[in-house]
């Protein structure tokens, strides 16, 4: 077979004899299929290219990229100076963050490649005269091949002979039924997807019937190809908003901390003079202090604690259903304003369901919904049964007659808390004929059974010319009574019907109620329901079954209205979106009426609001397209200008999606959620997360926990930018007093960052989300502190260090003395031959940090929830694990307090370490003191966000 890859310019366009010669021209050139470069063969989700994302670029460099090159620069310092234990400790934060990462990353991995269950295809491809079965990604394009119902297409084709041919185009139209395929050749040049009825698409499945087919396009010359190049082009993943705004803060801080070492060791140089630089370890004392003052303004423990928040968050979702492939992808997911959801599958069942049923001059309501057996018929709100009705009996036989689909369970792996396989019924073949099963069986019938009842003598196969079915059978009871069952478009079956049944009873089919009929039949079609209609005939003569003769005078029995039922639960997550202020739009490949149809249910769409089909987005101005809550009739393309419409209005857009139609939304949108049981591969791969339960409802879960996720980082950034602003200036201005070192030892800066900025800090990681996270609204800014998050912190950090300078001031200058307690050498630690000055400067210390012990571990309780009074947030929304670690980080320094006579001497000497902690011991008074001085940050900030909350200020 000499075939050159190409793809015909629009095979539907051209006549098939055409396009034969085409490709037999085309392979003159000589090459054998074997010498064909096999990268222009492949065709398999798994091997077309993917969007390979640098894991340094999107997990470990957004983290303070300035940091780590500020850190490495510190550390060869550091160690060419002769501390190698700071430097150890100091990366020590950094590995720890970057295994953290990277262990996530591999377990997401891990955790998808569980959900793909992905086959060698094949494909029965004709070559010179002969049948064989060959894989898939040896196809060529001029290859014929056959097509079989269950198929699944290898490559773009143009078909060449068909029977009762359907395709099922959901995963890469979104298009919910079976579209009908012949071998015609189309008139426009210009056709979208749906309408090219003459092509099949790698990807796509096949429905019902047979056919032949021509190979037009393989691997990338096709329609998934095409998504796979525009994938391509799109390039590496951006950075996300939670990575740009760290990464600024970053840059940030970074500067500040080259400024402020530069401006510490210029100053401790020129003190030390020329002489003092070339003698001893003044140069090496004066870089090591400067570079950890300087070092004191970066919170080094940032970036650990917002991957510990972000890893918790993804453990929470994988225990509802959700597989987190991007990490900092959740909490854009809960800032995002819009959520941009596919109906087939995600708000759907994609399982066609018969909803009413009209029959006996009445119409009734079915319950259940999907391929479930679970149901009853219901008349006027009370149960019925049809079992002993004659005509229902027909209808049922009809239905099921009529009928080439099968219900199979299949086992389906899910991730919740643990992995586990639930039994999912799936259709083989059409979904409305396995609407018509579930219907039989929900009204006591077992299909099977039905079948049995019959010998089937001639099958009509339903086309689209005459848009019906029928089937000519004879009892097994009686074989003297031949009946034929017909299904199909109500107004076809109306056309050669003459007479209806009513409770058994046949009578002549006037004009008017045929009138009646037909106003009933569309009521329910301009309602979005799919209609089909059952009738019969009693064929008294034996003939020869022509078509034309057995589909004439047909009795009518009644009709179905059938929809794709919306899945359970997601009404009352699109409430609790609407209550979050997040607009949710429906995007579906459906008819407008359909579509609207289910998002009136879903309470999507109300009333005002627009329903547009996507050859109207362009055209639509801003005003006009922020009313559009249900956009129909939607090609792959029109799905990037949706998202691209939104972005372009600030929003932040998550888009939802199984399809291979998806991919390129899923990549574009700022949370691209892909459904992990129907979801194509291509859909798993271009998405942030993967919902494995296929249920829309763990998306409103995944946005109550990215926006809980997002509280508790802002919350822990508030902690480390306002405590770090705080002692950033204190310990900067007390480098130029003369006189007086603020800390006595390394070991006591040492002291405050390894104990008190960390514990309450973790504590914040595991913290309650805050209870009315869903009743904000979102946070489309990009600031992680907004301007009144700014405010607020400096108000905090001005009031916190207002009452650090004064309890050192006063002590320094003796307002607060020394006392007996503070001069006992046998509770309290006194160095020998210590001057009464330095026992002053002693106690300012220990004063010092014991009042920073104390302001920080009761200022996260006021800044934790900001829009509620501190007595409001504790009564609804206390923290026993919080108020635990603050009293135990509290409750070390006491200890350290009380003993620092056993530490200094006793620890150091049995353990040959030397932790110069060096506290004196304090009375009862200078505790005191110290709580008094701690309060100005915790009433003031309570004060003001009293005010804030009367001027309805919200941070």
């Given at each position: 077979m000499n075939q050159t890859l190409i793809r015909s310019d629009k095979p539907y366009f051209q006549p098939i004899d055409a396009l034969i010669s085409k490709f037999q021209t085309d392979s003159n050139n000589g090459l054998k299929?074997?010498?064909?470069?096999?990268?222009?063969?492949?065709?398999?989700?798994?091997?077309?290219?993917?969007?390979?994302?640098?894991?340094?670029?999107?997990?470990?460099a957004p983290i303070f990229n300035f940091l780590i090159i500020i850190l490495i620069i510190s550390a060869v310092i550091v160690i060419i100076l002769g501390d190698l234990t700071s430097t150890i400790i100091t990366f020590t934060v950094v590995v720890i963050n970057s295994i953290t990462v990277i262990t996530q990353q591999y377990r997401a991995r891990k955790a998808l490649d569980a959900l793909r269950q992905i086959a060698a295809l094949k494909t029965v491809v004709l070559r010179d005269g002969i049948q064989f079965e060959i894989p898939t990604k040896e196809l060529v394009p001029g290859d014929i091949i056959l097509l079989e119902q269950g198929d699944k297409i290898g490559a773009d084709a143009r078909i060449i002979e068909s029977t009762n041919l359907t395709v099922d185009e959901a995963p890469l139209t979104g298009e919910s039924e079976p579209v009908e395929k012949n071998n015609k050749t189309l008139k426009d040049r210009e056709l979208p997807i749906q309408k090219q009825s003459n092509m099949v698409f790698m990807g796509t499945y096949i429905n019902t019937g047979r056919g032949k087919a021509l190979i037009a396009g393989t691997g990338l010359n096709t329609e998934i190809g095409k998504i796979s190049?525009?994938?391509?082009?799109?390039?590496?993943?951006?950075?996300?908003?939670?990575?740009?705004?760290?990464?600024?803060?970053?840059?940030?801080?970074?500067?500040?901390?080259?400024?402020?070492?530069?401006?510490?060791?210029?100053?401790?140089?020129?003190?030390?003079?020329?002489?003092?630089?070339?003698?001893?370890?003044?140069?090496?004392?004066?870089?090591?202090?400067?570079?950890?003052?300087?070092?004191?303004?970066?919170?080094?423990?940032?970036?650990?604690?917002?991957t510990l928040v972000l890893v918790t968050g993804v453990l929470n979702m994988a225990q509802s259903g959700v597989i987190i492939k991007n990490l900092s992808a959740i909490e854009s997911l809960g800032r995002v304003s819009v959520i941009c959801s596919d109906k087939t599958g995600t708000i759907t069942k994609n399982e066609m369901t018969v909803e009413r049923l009209w029959i006996n001059n009445n119409e009734y309501q079915v319950t259940g919904s999907g391929y479930d057996p679970e149901g009853i018929i219901l008349e006027n709100g009370k149960e019925i049964s049809f079992k002993e009705n004659p005509t229902f009996t027909k209808f049922i036989d009809s239905s099921v007659l009529n009928n080439n689909a099968k219900l199979v369970y299949e086992d389906v792996k899910v991730q919740l808390r643990e992995s586990?396989?639930?039994?999912?019924?799936?259709?083989?073949?059409?979904?409305?004929?396995?609407?018509?099963l579930v219907l039989a069986e929900k009204a006591g019938y077992i299909p099977y059974d039905v079948k049995n009842k019959y010998a089937i003598l001639k099958e009509f196969s339903f086309n689209s010319e005459v848009k019906r079915m029928t089937t000519v059978c004879k009892l097994?009871?009686?074989?003297?009574?031949?009946?034929?069952?017909?299904?199909?478009?109500?107004?076809?079956i109306l056309d050669i019907t003459n007479k209806i049944e009513i409770n058994g009873v046949e009578e002549t089919l006037t004009e008017k109620s045929k009138k009646l009929l037909i106003e009933n039949?569309?009521?329910?079609?301009?309602?979005?329901?799919?209609?089909?209609?059952?009738?019969?005939?009693?064929?008294?003569?034996e003939q020869d079954f022509k078509r034309q003769k057995v589909e004439n005078d047909l009795v009518f029995l009644g009709f179905v209205s059938i929809l794709d039922p919306p899945k359970p639960g997601v009404k009352a997550s699109v409430e609790e979106c609407e209550s979050a202020g997040i607009k949710i739009s429906m995007i579906t490949g459906d008819h407008p009426a359909t579509a609207k149809t289910i998002a009136a249910q879903m309470r999507i769409y109300k009333e005002g609001d627009l329903v547009v089909e996507g050859s109207e987005i362009n055209d639509l101005n801003d005003k006009n397209f922020n009313k559009v809550s249900v956009f129909a009739r939607v090609n792959p393309s029109d799905k990037e200008i949706i998202i691209e419409k939104y972005q372009s209005a600030n929003h932040i857009c998550a888009m939802t999606g199984d399809g291979i139609n998806d991919a390129l939304a899923l990549k574009l949108a700022n949370a691209g959620i892909a459904m992990g049981i129907m979801g194509t591969d291509v859909?798993?791969?271009t998405a942030d997360m993967v919902v494995s339960d296929d249920n829309f409802t763990s998306i409103v879960r995944g946005v109550k926990i990215g926006r809980g996720l997002f509280a508790r980082i802002r919350t822990i950034i508030f902690?480390?930018?306002?405590?770090?602003?705080?002692?950033?200036?204190?310990?900067?201005?007390?480098?130029?007093?003369?006189?007086?070192?603020?800390?006595?030892?390394?070991?006591?800066?040492?002291?405050?960052?390894?104990i008190v900025h960390s514990l309450p800090a973790l504590a914040l990681v595991i913290d309650k989300h805050p209870t009315d996270v869903m009743k904000e609204h979102p946070r489309d800014e990009e600031q992680l502190l907004n301007k009144n998050m700014?405010?607020?912190?400096?108000?905090?950090?001005?009031?916190?260090?207002?009452?650090?300078?004064?309890?050192?001031?006063?002590?320094?200058?003796?307002?607060?003395?020394?006392?007996?307690?503070?001069?006992?050498?046998?509770?309290?630690?006194?160095p020998v031959g210590s001057t009464q000055p330095e026992l002053l400067a002693q106690k300012a210390r220990t004063m010092f940090i014991t009042t920073i012990y104390i302001v920080e571990t009761t200022f996260i309780w006021t800044f934790r929830r900001p829009n509620k009074s501190l007595f409001k947030s504790l009564k609804s929304e206390f923290s026993l694990t919080l108020l635990v670690i603050s009293l135990f980080t509290l409750a070390l320094h006491v200890l350290f307090v009380l003993f620092s006579n056993a530490v200094n001497f006793y620890i150091n000497d049995e353990f040959g370490l030397d932790l110069q902690i060096n506290f004196l011991f304090l009375s009862g008074t200078d505790w005191i003191m110290c709580i008094l001085l701690a309060l100005p940050g915790i009433i003031g900030i309570e004060i003001f966000k009293y005010f804030a909350r009367a001027k309805k200020i919200v941070f």
């Amino acid at each position: 077979m000499n075939q050159t890859l190409i793809r015909s310019d629009k095979p539907y366009f051209q006549p098939i004899d055409a396009l034969i010669s085409k490709f037999q021209t085309d392979s003159n050139n000589g090459l054998k299929t074997s010498e064909i470069e096999e990268k222009y063969i492949k065709y398999g989700f798994n091997e077309l290219p993917k969007i390979k994302a640098s894991l340094w670029k999107i997990y470990l460099a957004p983290i303070f990229n300035f940091l780590i090159i500020i850190l490495i620069i510190s550390a060869v310092i550091v160690i060419i100076l002769g501390d190698l234990t700071s430097t150890i400790i100091t990366f020590t934060v950094v590995v720890i963050n970057s295994i953290t990462v990277i262990t996530q990353q591999y377990r997401a991995r891990k955790a998808l490649d569980a959900l793909r269950q992905i086959a060698a295809l094949k494909t029965v491809v004709l070559r010179d005269g002969i049948q064989f079965e060959i894989p898939t990604k040896e196809l060529v394009p001029g290859d014929i091949i056959l097509l079989e119902q269950g198929d699944k297409i290898g490559a773009d084709a143009r078909i060449i002979e068909s029977t009762n041919l359907t395709v099922d185009e959901a995963p890469l139209t979104g298009e919910s039924e079976p579209v009908e395929k012949n071998n015609k050749t189309l008139k426009d040049r210009e056709l979208p997807i749906q309408k090219q009825s003459n092509m099949v698409f790698m990807g796509t499945y096949i429905n019902t019937g047979r056919g032949k087919a021509l190979i037009a396009g393989t691997g990338l010359n096709t329609e998934i190809g095409k998504i796979s190049n525009q994938l391509n082009d799109m390039g590496s993943i951006e950075d996300i908003p939670l990575t740009r705004k760290l990464n600024r803060l970053g840059y940030i801080l970074g500067t500040i901390v080259i400024i402020y070492l530069i401006v510490l060791i210029v100053y401790k140089f020129s003190i030390l003079g020329l002489e003092g630089l070339f003698f001893g370890d003044n140069i090496r004392d004066a870089i090591i202090s400067s570079i950890l003052r300087s070092m004191g303004i970066m919170p080094i423990n940032l970036p650990l604690l917002t991957t510990l928040v972000l890893v918790t968050g993804v453990l929470n979702m994988a225990q509802s259903g959700v597989i987190i492939k991007n990490l900092s992808a959740i909490e854009s997911l809960g800032r995002v304003s819009v959520i941009c959801s596919d109906k087939t599958g995600t708000i759907t069942k994609n399982e066609m369901t018969v909803e009413r049923l009209w029959i006996n001059n009445n119409e009734y309501q079915v319950t259940g919904s999907g391929y479930d057996p679970e149901g009853i018929i219901l008349e006027n709100g009370k149960e019925i049964s049809f079992k002993e009705n004659p005509t229902f009996t027909k209808f049922i036989d009809s239905s099921v007659l009529n009928n080439n689909a099968k219900l199979v369970y299949e086992d389906v792996k899910v991730q919740l808390r643990e992995s586990k396989e639930i039994a999912v019924r799936k259709a083989l073949g059409s979904p409305t004929e396995a609407s018509l099963l579930v219907l039989a069986e929900k009204a006591g019938y077992i299909p099977y059974d039905v079948k049995n009842k019959y010998a089937i003598l001639k099958e009509f196969s339903f086309n689209s010319e005459v848009k019906r079915m029928t089937t000519v059978c004879k009892l097994n009871t009686d074989d003297t009574k031949t009946i034929a069952f017909s299904k199909g478009a109500p107004e076809r079956i109306l056309d050669i019907t003459n007479k209806i049944e009513i409770n058994g009873v046949e009578e002549t089919l006037t004009e008017k109620s045929k009138k009646l009929l037909i106003e009933n039949i569309q009521t329910r079609a301009n309602q979005g329901y799919r209609t089909l209609a059952i009738g019969y005939r009693k064929i008294e003569d034996e003939q020869d079954f022509k078509r034309q003769k057995v589909e004439n005078d047909l009795v009518f029995l009644g009709f179905v209205s059938i929809l794709d039922p919306p899945k359970p639960g997601v009404k009352a997550s699109v409430e609790e979106c609407e209550s979050a202020g997040i607009k949710i739009s429906m995007i579906t490949g459906d008819h407008p009426a359909t579509a609207k149809t289910i998002a009136a249910q879903m309470r999507i769409y109300k009333e005002g609001d627009l329903v547009v089909e996507g050859s109207e987005i362009n055209d639509l101005n801003d005003k006009n397209f922020n009313k559009v809550s249900v956009f129909a009739r939607v090609n792959p393309s029109d799905k990037e200008i949706i998202i691209e419409k939104y972005q372009s209005a600030n929003h932040i857009c998550a888009m939802t999606g199984d399809g291979i139609n998806d991919a390129l939304a899923l990549k574009l949108a700022n949370a691209g959620i892909a459904m992990g049981i129907m979801g194509t591969d291509v859909a798993k791969e271009t998405a942030d997360m993967v919902v494995s339960d296929d249920n829309f409802t763990s998306i409103v879960r995944g946005v109550k926990i990215g926006r809980g996720l997002f509280a508790r980082i802002r919350t822990i950034i508030f902690f480390f930018i306002c405590l770090n602003l705080m002692e950033s200036v204190i310990f900067f201005a007390y480098e130029f007093v003369p006189l007086f070192e603020l800390f006595s030892s390394e070991w006591q800066h040492i002291y405050i960052y390894a104990i008190v900025h960390s514990l309450p800090a973790l504590a914040l990681v595991i913290d309650k989300h805050p209870t009315d996270v869903m009743k904000e609204h979102p946070r489309d800014e990009e600031q992680l502190l907004n301007k009144n998050m700014w405010i607020m912190l400096v108000i905090q950090a001005l009031l916190m260090g207002i009452g650090l300078v004064l309890v050192l001031q006063l002590t320094l200058g003796g307002a607060i003395p020394l006392n007996e307690w503070n001069l006992n050498s046998s509770i309290s630690y006194i160095p020998v031959g210590s001057t009464q000055p330095e026992l002053l400067a002693q106690k300012a210390r220990t004063m010092f940090i014991t009042t920073i012990y104390i302001v920080e571990t009761t200022f996260i309780w006021t800044f934790r929830r900001p829009n509620k009074s501190l007595f409001k947030s504790l009564k609804s929304e206390f923290s026993l694990t919080l108020l635990v670690i603050s009293l135990f980080t509290l409750a070390l320094h006491v200890l350290f307090v009380l003993f620092s006579n056993a530490v200094n001497f006793y620890i150091n000497d049995e353990f040959g370490l030397d932790l110069q902690i060096n506290f004196l011991f304090l009375s009862g008074t200078d505790w005191i003191m110290c709580i008094l001085l701690a309060l100005p940050g915790i009433i003031g900030i309570e004060i003001f966000k009293y005010f804030a909350r009367a001027k309805k200020i919200v941070f």
